[in-house]
């Protein structure tokens, strides 16, 4: 598995979400803080020493509505490994490699944060499975958003050497009767799936600031709707970063000169306003994943520095949900956008080229299909920025009494992600080969650098064909584009 040099630091305190990207899909080693170990150690040294003086959740007692169960005597024998196995029942499809070694690193840096009151050796046995490539079989149903018991227990049980990793392998670890509730009891899994969907989200978003450049550039479109001064009167960061990049791209002023038409239409003039509230909401989704995965949520809370456990509620992923919710509906209403300015892109009065983009013989098609497979995606991501806070369930004889859903909503960022890709790509094909049927002198400014870069990905052939190759190369330079 290829990765970087350079290890990243795992002490439960400084982890970033471009951390866990390197991990899950680059490789990047880990290496387990010192001192993390050591606040880990002594977490786990008073969590052993409390069943002596009270009830400890899962430790003593059985769990959910089985909370009043006390477990002792022959019972507390194998008590760890019995949860581990009744809640290994995850269903469905494998969650990727990529998502798995997300949940690891993820769950690692919870565990090096010191609330859990797992043994040490777990946190070295994450660390060595994560250097050495393995990667657990986990099953992607089981949760609702109160914890990923289901794909943590199927983890636990691979490090415990009851169950086979996919890739690689792991050296058996021992696992205490306090270590099972303490190592399941997070949302790992939920929260490595939102942290590789949100750097998706982000790298799509930069990339269509490149692909409405040139869009604006084919279309002939009215530099004002970017000047500095319409977006000083309302100074919301993310309108006001989009309307600055696209000046960048395109090389304009501060105040640029009026375009071809007075009024552009919205998917041009009010691309600022609608994609700065996606640009926002996925950032702020960002900084809401980067306080979970540094975060002590484990329930219950082992606090050293009170010297006591505490029975609560931090496995709750409300946080969570409504930033992914609002995540994908913003991204949508920008994806809406780039669906409109293909519409623009094969309207002769808007471009003065053939309708759709054709040249060949009268009747030719063009790219008039993109506008469908631009508008199936769109449905694709339409569905999946449907709210999952709208709902909510009752599990565990009535004690669990509200859910989340996180998980969901995680699911649904990822399809949204890869849907938003093909609706860019479609717009990008489309802008491209209006950009070359008209030939314009472009400055040098970054936008011609898009252009270049896209045109050298993209057939030129302009009679009718298929075009599908052409949008699968457009989404593959999408990341190129998005750091232009």
């Known amino acids: 598995m290829p990765h970087d040099d350079a290890q990243?630091?795992?002490?439960?305190?400084?982890?970033?979400?471009?951390?866990?990207v390197g991990v899950a899909r680059h490789g990047a080693p880990?290496?387990?803080?010192?001192?993390?170990r050591r606040r880990a150690e002594a977490a786990w040294e008073l969590v052993e020493s409390l069943p002596a003086t009270r009830q400890v959740y899962g430790r003593t007692t059985g769990v959910g509505a089985n909370r009043k169960e006390e477990v002792g005597g022959d019972a507390a024998l194998g008590h760890g490994l019995r949860l581990l196995r009744s809640h290994a029942g995850g269903v469905g499809q494998l969650l990727p490699a990529d998502h798995v070694r997300a949940t690891l690193v993820v769950r690692l840096n919870q565990l090096a944060a010191g609330g859990s009151g797992v043994h040490p050796r777990v946190l070295d046995a994450l660390e060595q499975a994560i250097c050495g490539g393995a990667v657990p079989l986990v099953h992607r149903l089981g949760a609702i958003g109160t914890g990923d018991v289901s794909a943590l227990a199927e983890i636990g049980l691979t490090l415990a050497g009851e169950r086979p990793c996919g890739t690689g392998e792991v050296s058996p670890v021992p696992l205490?009767?306090?270590d099972a509730l303490a190592f399941m009891s997070s949302n790992a899994a939920t929260l490595g799936e939102s942290v590789l969907a949100c750097a998706e989200l982000q790298l799509l978003l930069r990339a269509s600031h490149a692909v409405t450049a040139l869009s604006f550039t084919a279309l002939g479109g009215s530099p004002e709707a970017f000047a500095s001064a319409v977006h000083e009167a309302r100074p919301h960061p993310g309108q006001a970063h989009c309307a600055m990049e696209l000046r960048r791209l395109l090389g304009l002023d501060e105040a640029p000169l009026s375009g071809r038409r007075l009024q552009d239409p919205y998917g041009l003039r009010t691309f600022p306003q609608v994609q700065g509230p996606a640009l926002d909401s996925v950032d702020q989704l960002e900084r809401i994943l980067a306080i979970e995965v540094n975060g002590r949520s484990e329930n219950p809370l082992v606090a050293v520095e009170a010297g006591d456990v505490f029975h609560h509620g931090n496995f709750h992923t409300a946080y969570v949900a409504g930033a992914l919710d609002r995540a994908r509906a913003a991204v949508h209403q920008a994806a809406e956008l780039s669906a409109a300015r293909l519409s623009d892109l094969v309207e002769p009065t808007m471009t003065g080229l053939p309708p759709f983009l054709a040249s060949g013989p009268a009747g030719s098609s063009g790219v008039?299909?993109?506008?469908?497979?631009?508008?199936?995606?769109?449905a694709q991501l339409r569905h999946a920025a449907l709210p999952v806070t709208q709902g909510t369930t009752i599990v565990s004889r009535g004690l669990e009494d509200h859910a989340s859903f996180s998980t969901q909503a995680a699911r649904q960022a990822p399809a949204g992600a890869e849907a938003l890709r093909y609706v860019l790509a479609c717009?990008?094909?489309a802008a491209v080969r209006a950009l070359r049927m008209q030939a314009p002198q472009l400055?040098?400014?970054?936008?011609?650098?898009?252009?270049?870069r896209a045109a050298s990905e993209l057939d030129p052939a302009l009679e009718d064909r298929s075009l599908s190759d052409d949008v699968a190369r457009a989404a593959d330079v999408l990341p190129q584009m998005a750091d232009l």
């Open 8 to 20: 990243i630091r795992i002490d439960g305190r400084t982890l970033t979400c471009a951390d866990i």
């Open 30 to 36: 880990v290496r387990l803080d010192a001192a993390a």
């Open 176 to 178: 205490g009767t306090g």
């Open 368 to 378: 008039m299909i993109l506008e469908y497979v631009a508008h199936d995606a769109l």
């Open 427 to 429: 717009e990008l094909v």
């Open 443 to 452: 400055a040098d400014v970054p936008a011609r650098a898009a252009l270049e």
